[in-house]
C-alpha cells in the first residue's frame, strides 16, 4: 500500500457524435444527476442540488493535498463548485455543499469558468480538478470545450461523489482523462440516512464501471502524475466497517489493480452530531481493520493516511485560502 499525506480546436463528442448544442441546454429540463428533478435551472429555478442558472464556483487554486498522482509536485488546478447532490449529514465541506450562499461563491458563466481554467494551467498546475461537478457536468463540459479551444492542454479530473448519472457521463465522454469519484456505500438503508440517497448503492457501480470504460485503469508519466484512468476514494466511516467491506469488494471485481484511497480523515462535521453513531473521529482498529481487508482483495494500489488527518485536512472556505495545502 501507498501511504499519502492529502499533502488545437476540440470537438465535443456525444456516443460518438459530434454536437452543435451546447450541453448546458439540457438545464431547461434538468437531467444532470440520478435525481433528475426535470426543473429549468435555465430560468433560474433550483432542484436538489440548490443551483440554478449560473457556475457557482467558491475556490479555484493550486491544491497540493489530494493523492500523490492528482497533486504531484506543482498542485492540482483545483476548481470546488458550490451546491452538491448529496446531502452528507457529516460534510465537511458543508459551507459550499450545504450553505454556500452564506460563503465565499463567485457566479460564473462559461467563459470565465474557463479563462480560470486557463489561469490555473499557467500557474503550473498538473491537472484542471473539478470537485463536486455532478449536477453542474454539462456546464462544465462546455467550459472545458472552450478552455481547449483557447489552448488548455492539460488533463480534466472529475472528482465526484460517486452519486452520478450514466446518461450524462456519457455525453462527456472523451472530454475528462482522469475521474477520481467517492464511492461511499454498498448498503442503501445508509446512503438515505447519511446522504440522503436511497439509491446510491445502485447509481454508483454502474457510474464507476462508465468511468472505468471510458478512461480505463490509472496510468502515471514519469514522475509519477497521472495522465489517464480511474482513482477512486472510500471515507471510512466509524462503524461501517462491514459497508467499507462491501465497497472494497465490488472494487476489486472491477479489477484489482484499481488505484483506490482508502480516507481516514473522517471528522463529525455539519450534522454528524444528530447520529451519535457516527459522530465521533475512526479507531484505529476500524481503519486497520479496512485497510487489511483491501490487501486481503489484492488491492495493492491502495493509498493510506495517518490517523492525525481528520482536523489536519478540513476546509474552512470562509477564508480565501481554506485549506493548507492551497494556493
Known sequence: MRKFEMTGKSERMTGGREMNRPLTDQLASCECCPRRCKVNRLEGKTGFCGVGSGIPVSHAGLHFGEEPPISG????????????????????????????????????????????????????????????????????????????????TIPIVYNSNGYDSVDALRQIRGLVQIYMPDIKYMDNSLSQRYSAADDYADVAPEALREMQDQVGLLTLDDQGVAVKGLLVRHLVQPGCVENSRRCLRFLAELSPQTFVSVMSQYSPQYNACNHPEINRTLTIEEYDE???????????????????????????????RPFRHTT
Do not use: W
Open 290 to 320: 479496512v485497510t487489511d481487508y483491501a490487501l486481503s482483495l489484492g488491492l495493492e494500489n491502495a493509498f493510506i493516511q495517518g490517523l492525525e488527518s481528520p482536523y489536519r485536512y478540513l476546509p474552512d472556505f470562509r477564508r480565501k
Open 73 to 152: 509536485s506543482k498542485g492540482s488546478g483545483t476548481i470546488f463548485f458550490a451546491g452538491c447532490n448529496l446531502h452528507c449529514v457529516f460534510c465537511q465541506n458543508y459551507q459550499i455543499s450545504q450553505e454556500y450562499r452564506q460563503s465565499r461563491v463567485r457566479t460564473l458563466n462559461t467563459d470565465e469558468l474557463a479563462a480560470e481554467m486557463l489561469r490555473l494551467q499557467d500557474a503550473g498546475a498538473h491537472n484542471i480538478n473539478f470537485v463536486s461537478p455532478s449536477h453542474l457536468i454539462f456546464p462544465m463540459a462546455d467550459a472545458i470545450i472552450a478552455a481547449r479551444s483557447k489552448g488548455l
